[in-house]
């Protein structure tokens, strides 16, 4: 009989902590999840043009949020809801308009979170931006350098050009074949002026006539 009730009551100990653990289990699954979990962390506005732009957030647990958005901090009369529960968010805003400044928060079942007592802001691109085009490159033109002058602005000669004025050729037909290689025109028709004989002007006497007496 002993042996039963000590058994009985090792049974009932062990029984009794199972039900503990049991018990802890369920209430830090009911208890358990803090505040902070469900609040949005990192949240991220990318891929801004001019009618959409994504807006993503981390949470602790799994959530699924609704972004509550408009042109007014006051008045934000469009929602977005995310597809599925998760921990890791992404909401894609479509049909905005251009050159436009949005303000939206996001709620989490009957929460609503803001960005420090404001809404969170972003305005989308105007219909005149464009997607910057790098510049084709442009053919660089030689610049032609201008001959060195002179103080005077004289163009300075390349080379200087010397002729030899002495001509040692005395035979007429030969100074011509030299004519620039020591001689010169001028020696040449000197030469010929010599050769050529100059006439003697020749005086006429006239006799007189003789008359007769």
């Not at 018990?23 to 803090?34: D, P, Y």
């Not at 005077?152 to 080379?159: E, I, L």
Request: with cysteine.
């Amino acid at each position: 009989m002993e042996k039963k009730t000590v058994i009985k009551k090792i049974a009932a100990i062990l029984l009794g902590l199972i039900i503990f653990v049991i018990l802890v289990f369920l209430g830090f699954r009911i208890f358990g999840t803090r505040a902070v979990d469900y609040q949005p962390q990192d949240v991220v506005i990318s891929n801004i043009e001019r009618n959409s732009v994504i807006i993503t957030w981390a949470t602790g647990v799994d959530t699924q949020g609704v972004i509550e958005y408009g042109t007014s901090p006051t008045a934000l009369n469009f929602f977005a809801p995310e597809p599925e529960k998760g921990k890791n968010h992404s909401v894609n805003l479509t049909l905005l308009s251009p050159l436009t400044t949005y303000y939206f928060i996001i709620r989490i079942d009957d929460k609503r979170y803001d960005n420090g007592g404001v809404p969170w802001t972003f305005t989308t691109k105007g219909v005149n931006d464009q997607v910057e085009i790098n510049p084709s490159p442009t053919t660089s033109v030689g610049v032609i350098t201008p001959s060195p002058t002179s103080e005077k602005g004289t163009p300075t000669p390349v080379q200087s050009l010397r002729i030899d004025l002495k001509c040692e050729e005395t035979d007429c037909q030969k100074i011509k074949e030299k004519i620039g290689k020591g001689c010169t025109t001028r020696d040449y028709f000197l030469c010929i002026k010599k050769l050529t004989p100059t006439p003697t002007p020749t005086s006429t006497t006239t006799t007189p006539t003789p008359t007769s007496i």
